[in-house]
Nanobody, 123 residues
Framework: QVQLVESGGGLVQAGDSLRLSCAASGRTFSSYAMGWFRQAPGKEREFVAAINWSGGSSYYGDSVKGRFTISRDNAKMTVYLQMNSLNPEDTAVYYC????????????????WGQGTQVTVSS
């Protein structure tokens, strides 16, 4: 069982940066692939980024490539999402998710989810 708690969201202006954190509980965090997803009102949940269990491989959605960076610290049981050059289209609730062993970009394949953190980017 893994519990996930996101933090770091807020209201920023276009061009600003934010760093989201996702703190995990459980003894086997290092065996989980982690992902970030987002959902804007009236839209489907969108893949943002994912990272494998060791942090050696990462994947990004096309809309955030070159602007967002996912990382993890297994000793702190935390995964991060550094978001740079934010624009209003990035406004959404951001969720982190965990899946045992296998990294995936498909939200339905994740086993555990956090409650989400709101990111709002004003123009």
């Amino acid at each position: 069982q893994v519990q996930l708690v996101e933090s770091g969201g807020g209201l920023v202006q276009a061009g600003d940066s934010l760093r989201l954190s996702c703190a995990a509980s459980g003894r086997t965090f290092s065996s989980y692939a982690m992902g970030w997803f987002r959902q804007a009102p009236g839209k489907e949940r969108e893949f943002v980024a994912a990272i494998n269990w060791s942090g050696g491989s990462s994947y990004y959605g096309d809309s955030v490539k070159g602007r967002f960076t996912i990382s993890r610290d297994n000793a702190k049981m935390t995964v991060y999402l550094q978001m740079n050059s934010l624009n209003p289209e990035d406004t959404a609730v951001y969720y982190c998710a965990a899946r045992r062993f296998v990294t995936t970009t498909i939200p339905t394949e994740y086993d555990y989810w956090g409650q989400g953190t709101q990111v709002t980017v004003s123009s």
